[in-house]
């Protein structure tokens, strides 16, 4: 089970010019469709003077993506730009190819080549980091076992979420979905149970 994957840190540029037409990548880290539509609407009024604003996005829940070709003949942007983001193996990425044709027509081959190669130095524009996918494990812990509970935290594996002291203490750990078993066979070697 697949509990990590990349993604863009921040927002990228990257512009090229193609036989007289202009092509302006732009890698966007975004958190679903609608936040991907919203950014979309952004790019499309900034830059409202293109021929055409292609697109792909890729999202890990659900292991969705989408594309579009935006009046480009069919198959010649959107799903070059989603193949350059599958071929980086990133998720919760958008890539907008903003065109502004220059006249000179490239062919479905070359239109083709320029949306990936776009997309592909977009993408090598942006500093990727990793993002992990958590359970989170809420734990009971005596007062005389509050130091093997910290014991337990080791990030980015098992991260600390919340602690409560009272009748009962309880510990919330965030724990990896990939080290989930390993954690509770770490809790009972511990003596510590499960909320």
Not at 14 to 41: C, H, T, Y
Not at 42 to 66: M, N, Q, V
Not at 88 to 109: C, E, H, M, N, P
Request: hydrophobic content about 40%; some cysteine.
């Amino acid at each position: 089970m697949r509990d990590s994957y990349r993604t863009p840190g921040a927002p990228a540029e990257f512009r090229q010019k193609i036989e007289r037409s202009d092509f302006l990548g732009l890698a966007i880290p975004v958190s679903g469709e609608r936040d991907f539509f919203m950014q979309l609407n952004a790019a499309t009024k900034r830059y409202f003077d293109a021929t055409h604003h292609c697109w792909a996005f890729r999202l890990f829940e659900g292991e969705r993506s989408r594309s579009a070709d935006a009046g480009e003949p069919s198959g010649t942007a959107g799903r070059p730009i989603l193949s350059a983001i599958e071929g980086a193996d990133l998720f919760d990425v958008a890539v907008i190819v903003v065109r502004w044709f220059g006249g000179v027509k490239l062919g479905t081959g070359g239109l083709g080549r320029a949306y990936r190669d776009t997309a592909v130095n977009t993408l090598r524009q942006s500093t990727m980091v990793e993002r992990y996918i958590y359970d989170r494990v809420n734990v009971v812990v005596p007062f005389d076992r509050i130091a093997d509970a910290y014991r337990l935290i080791d990030p980015p594996a098992v991260v600390l979420a919340g602690e409560t002291y009272g009748e009962v203490n309880e510990f919330a750990f965030d724990v990896r979905r990939s080290r989930r078993d390993e954690f509770a066979s770490s809790l009972a070697a511990r003596r510590l149970t499960l909320r």
